[in-house]
Every structure is written in structure tokens, then in C-alpha cells.
Nanobody, 121 residues
Framework: QVQLLESGGGLVQAGGSLRLSCAAS????????MGWYRQAPGKQRELVAA???????HYADSVKGRFTISRDNAKNTVSLQMNSLKPEDTAVYYC???????????????WGQGTQVTVSS
């Protein structure tokens, strides 16, 4: 059974920084894309940043230049460094990973439990 465990959320003032981390564990043969999504109250979940196994990153326009995604393939982890945080970044942040559990099996999307990020003005 695969699990994604997130850490690093919290409360920070506008302009501050936070670092989110997510570790995948369990029956893992390979991990394709890893990423972070967020969902603010009353809004749909949206992609914040993604990094495929090949390394080329993708960011939402709203976070470009402020957030940096990285992954450690040896440790099956993905991190999101968030700088210059704004109140509009307040949301529950979810880790996502496309994981293949065995050779020849179709990769499946897994989600973390979510971690709250609150940015005060």
C-alpha cells in the first residue's frame, strides 16, 4: 500500500517563507510525476507545481518566481519551497504522485492528506 506523508504547513506572515515536504512510502516500483496542488475555501483544487521524473518543472503563473519544486528520486520525496508568500496563497496543500507499484502495471495517482498553509496580511 502506498502512502504520501506531508509536512511543513503552518501560519506565516505575508512575505515569509515555508517549505513543504512529502515522502512516498510502500510498494513503489517507480514514480512518474510528482507535484503539489492546493485548494482554498470555496475554490477548486488547482495545480501549483509539478516535476516529472525527467526533471523539467511546471508552475502555475500565480507562483512563478516565488515557489520552487524539487524532488529526491532516491528518497521518493518532493518538496515545495514557498517564498514571498501572499494571503492569497492560503489553502490546503496536497502532495500528488503518479506511482507505478510494479513492473508493467499502470501508474496510479496518489494523494497526501493535505497540510494547511495560512498567510496572514
Amino acid at each position: 500500500q502506498v502512502q504520501l506523508l506531508e509536512s511543513g504547513g503552518g501560519l506565516v506572515q505575508a512575505g515569509g517563507s515555508l517549505r513543504l515536504s512529502c515522502a512516498a512510502s510502500g510498494s513503489i516500483f517507480s514514480i512518474q510525476s510528482m507535484g503539489w496542488y492546493r485548494q482554498a475555501p470555496g475554490k477548486q483544487r488547482e495545480l501549483v507545481a509539478a516535476i516529472p521524473s525527467g526533471g523539467s518543472t511546471h508552475y502555475a503563473d500565480s507562483v512563478k518566481g516565488r515557489f520552487t519544486i524539487s524532488r529526491d528520486n532516491a528518497k521518493n520525496t518532493v518538496s515545495l519551497q514557498m517564498n514571498s508568500l501572499k494571503p492569497e496563497d492560503t489553502a490546503v496543500y496536497y502532495c500528488n504522485a503518479e506511482i507505478q507499484e510494479g513492473r508493467g502495471l499502470i501508474p496510479y495517482d496518489y494523494w497526501g492528506q493535505g497540510t494547511q498553509v495560512t498567510v496572514s496580511s
